[in-house]
Nanobody
Framework: QVQLVESGGGLVQAGGSLRLSCAATGGMFSRLSMGWFRRAPGKEREFVAA????????EYADSLEGRFTISRDNDRKTVYLQMNSLKPEDTAVYYC?????????????????WGQGTQVTVSS
């Protein structure tokens, strides 16, 4: 069983930056593809970014326009989401997710393990 705990959310002004972290316990972290999702008020949960098991491959939602960067540290069993040039429309609860995969698979859905979420609020 994999447990995921997010941190790093908060209140930031438009144009600012935040870095989210997701620490994993249990399971075999190096065999997990990791992803970030978000759910804005009144909207469905949506895919944000994914990183492969090795960290060498990444995938992003087109809407992010290159503002976010996902990375991972397999020694620390942690995945990160660096968010720059934040906009009010980025306000959401951000969730970390994990899925056992092979090689460089970058799933945008079908994750098996989820964190409890961390709130990100961007003020205008």
């Amino acid at each position: 069983q994999v447990q995921l705990v997010e941190s790093g959310g908060g209140l930031v002004q438009a144009g600012g930056s935040l870095r989210l972290s997701c620490a994993a316990t249990g399971g075999m972290f190096s065999r997990l593809s990791m992803g970030w999702f978000r759910r804005a008020p009144g909207k469905e949960r949506e895919f944000v970014a994914a990183v492969s098991r090795s960290g060498r491959s990444t995938e992003y939602a087109d809407s992010l326009e290159g503002r976010f960067t996902i990375s991972r540290d397999n020694d620390r069993k942690t995945v990160y989401l660096q968010m720059n040039s934040l906009k009010p429309e980025d306000t959401a609860v951000y969730y970390c997710a994990a899925k056992y995969t092979i090689m460089t698979v970058l799933p945008t859905s079908g994750y098996d393990y989820w964190g409890q979420g961390t709130q990100v609020t961007v003020s205008s």
